[in-house]
């Protein structure tokens, strides 16, 4: 009854949000300067040419008439036509979407392993010069941004050590058996290890150079909220009851720890699926970022308002799951 | 006299500035017996059910002394082996029901999780157990309450579920810490008076701390007064009542309105008698000091 209400109350509040982003976007790509018409056309053509182009793509309309028309089409599912790739925007989109999908949970999911080891390490340890090292290392993740990780992880990885790939999303001869653009989940459930070995060896410096800010921000705060945990009568309690610390930190402390940590991996989700647009470019992964960069360089209006709406898309669907699951692990919530 | 608890010079410190916090405590409970501990806030009341149960906070170490429970002295005991001896055969009655059980957790593990997970009982056999237990210390419906989180139970119903958690193995030894003070004025005498039936049916051991000398007299048997770490009393209420042998107990029996005139309350404990118990605190520092 309640998650209803939550969802039906969100969706309401996700269409509110994805018509304001619609409109922001729609006016900013319009004002700024640069033709998108005029870089698809030999320099000498005539203004002739140019103004027919125009009129195809709906570009001698008002601002406000293009967006009737652009609003309605994606009412039908329909994103208009890229004008660079000459291709419908939705189906580029879709094509690209399951690549930064499955770099961004990838890099989720480093970043919560490696914040999560780091903070149950620290609590375990705390007050020890181990504690004092998790800091510090805490501290250097997370002020080095996202895309300089990346450089340094191809300077180490790429060139010193060359283990990973540097470039690309998957070793480009490989002759692919997949029917979705979900490679890497559909290279496990067709247990072709050999395919999902060389995915993960392309994806696990951007993924780790995502993850890592993240990761060192999971760790800080999970640390401390478990750390705060620890001295609460109930863990006390349990302690006299004749368990041991590993005990006490995971099954006491951390359900209840990581409920704060919880809401701010959300948040930060959403910033990781934005680091995407950079890291991607940086290791030329074929994702929407990466096909984002592309689209605003060609001033490809149709195909940068799409990339836009699906990660505002993206984004309340993380913020949805998120809020969703602190409800589920917090009985509070859940019964009230 | 062979008490089940038998704390010998034991003496507890800051790790930083090596600052005694309890100054060579001896005490003893015998075998179903209560014993009251009284003494002022900061006295260091807490931190012997603390060192006791194995709880001391990290900024503390114990210094010297020993704790018998039974025949073995914890203290020579290695961590792991130590935490099970307590766990079986100690239990806490903490101060707080508010905070004392995880808000995220059913009651009904919070209640049989000693049993099945460090006694290695059967999960079955536990929750009769705890089924049981609950309903000796009155709560209705105990099925339902087994279910419940804490958040969905008033503060003397959660009292009663850590009384029952902590009869719930049959230990030999319970220490009460304030078990009242947290709870409306109401409620705090069921409480007590259920402490007290608990106490007396199953033949159990109990350190009663508190700071009321009235509750005292109700429910305990002997008595140990603190100040400062020091312990300057160790008696039966029978004897405290009529005679306190120190100048302190004296005057915090004066401060306890019930006994005396009505009006002592509003007296603080004179600034001679304190004076007097801060010289004697002063002395075992000197004699601590000049014998290490
Ligand atoms: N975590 C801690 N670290 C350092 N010192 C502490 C800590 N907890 C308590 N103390 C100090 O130890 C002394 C004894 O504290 P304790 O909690 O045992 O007092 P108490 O007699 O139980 O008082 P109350 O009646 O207020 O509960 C106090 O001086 C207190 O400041
Ligand atoms: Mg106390």
Redesign the pocket.
């Known amino acids: 009854m309640l998650l209803l209400r939550t969802i039906l109350a969100r969706l309401a509040t996700t269409a509110v949000t994805l018509f304001g982003v619609a409109v922001i976007v729609f006016v900013v790509i319009r004002v700024v300067p640069g033709n998108p018409i005029a870089m698809m056309l030999p320099p000498n053509a005539t203004a002739a040419d140019i103004d027919r182009l125009r009129a195809l793509y709906g570009f001698d309309k008002s601002i406000p008439q293009q967006f009737l028309i652009w609003g309605w089409g994606v009412l039908h599912g329909d994103f208009g036509t890229s004008i660079s790739l000459r291709q419908p925007v939705l189906g580029l989109v879709l094509g690209r979407l399951p690549a930064t999908l499955e770099l961004s949970v990838m890099a989720l999911v480093m970043a919560v392993l490696l914040g999560g080891v780091a903070a149950l390490t620290g609590t375990r340890k705390r007050g020890t010069r181990v504690e004092a090292g998790i800091d510090v290392a805490n501290g250097v993740a997370m002020s080095v941004p996202d895309f300089l990780w990346g450089l340094l992880l191809i300077i180490l990885f790429g060139v010193l050590v060359p283990v990973f790939q540097i470039s690309g999303r998957v070793t480009p001869d490989l002759k692919l058996p997949f029917t979705t653009q979900f490679y890497l989940v559909e290279s496990v459930l067709r247990l072709r290890f050999d395919l999902t070995a060389d995915l993960l060896s392309h994806m696990f410096m951007p993924a780790l150079a995502l993850a890592l800010p993240l990761a060192a921000i999971i760790g800080q705060l999970l640390k401390q909220s478990l750390k705060e945990t620890m001295h609460l009568d109930y863990v006390t309690l349990t302690r006299t009851k004749g368990y041991g610390e590993n005990h006490v930190i995971l099954r006491e402390a951390l359900p209840n720890a990581i409920l704060p940590t919880l809401t701010l991996i959300g948040v930060q989700f959403t910033f990781l699926i934005g680091g995407t647009v950079i890291v991607e470019r940086l290791f030329s992964y074929e994702g929407l970022g990466n096909m984002a960069i592309d689209a605003v360089i060609n001033r490809d209006l149709p195909l940068i308002q799409g990339i836009v709406i699906v990660f505002a898309l993206l984004f309340t669907a993380v913020n949805l799951v998120v809020d969703m699951t602190y409800a589920a692990l917090n009985p509070r919530l859940r019964h009230a | 006299m062979s008490g089940y608890l038998r704390i010998r010079n034991l003496s507890v410190a ?1 790790r930083d500035s090596g600052a005694r ?1 309890l100054r060579s405590v001896s005490l003893e409970v015998a075998a179903g017996e209560v014993r009251g501990l009284v ?10 059910g ?1 060192a006791v149960l194995g709880i001391l ?4 170490e114990v210094v010297e002394g020993e704790i018998w429970l039974g025949d073995v002295d914890l203290l020579r005991l290695p961590p792991a082996e130590r935490r099970k001896r307590v766990g079986a055969n100690a239990a806490l009655i903490p ?1 707080d029901p508010l905070t004392a059980l995880n808000p995220s957790r059913r009651i009904g593990g919070q209640v049989t999780d000693r049993l099945v997970d460090i006694l290695g009982w059967k999960r079955a056999k536990a929750e009769a157990r705890a089924l049981e237990l609950l309903a000796e210390v009155h709560i209705p419906d105990p099925a339902r309450v087994m279910r419940s989180y804490p958040h969905e139970l008033s503060g003397g119903m959660r009292q009663r579920i850590l009384i029952a958690s902590a009869f719930a193995a049959e230990p030999r030894l319970i220490i009460a ?2 078990p009242t003070t947290a709870l409306d004025v109401t409620v705090q005498k069921q409480i007590l008076r259920l402490i007290a039936a608990m106490q007396a049916r199953h033949g159990t051991t109990l350190l009663f ?1 508190t ?1 009321d000398l009235g509750v005292v007299s109700k429910v305990c048997q002997s008595l140990s007064v ?1 100040y400062a ?1 020091l312990m300057v009393e160790d008696t039966t209420v029978a004897d405290f009542f009529r005679a306190p042998a120190h100048p302190y107990s004296a005057a915090l029996l004066a401060a306890t309105p019930k006994y005396t005139d009505p009006w002592a309350s509003l007296m603080p404990v004179s600034e001679a008698v304190i004076d007097a118990v801060r010289a004697e605190v002063d002395a075992a520092e000197t004699e601590w000091r000049d014998a290490r």
């Open positions: 800051l916090l003494g002022e806030s900061g006295a260091g009341k807490s931190m012997i603390k906070p990290r900024s503390v101060q810490d304030e701390v700071h603190l770490g």
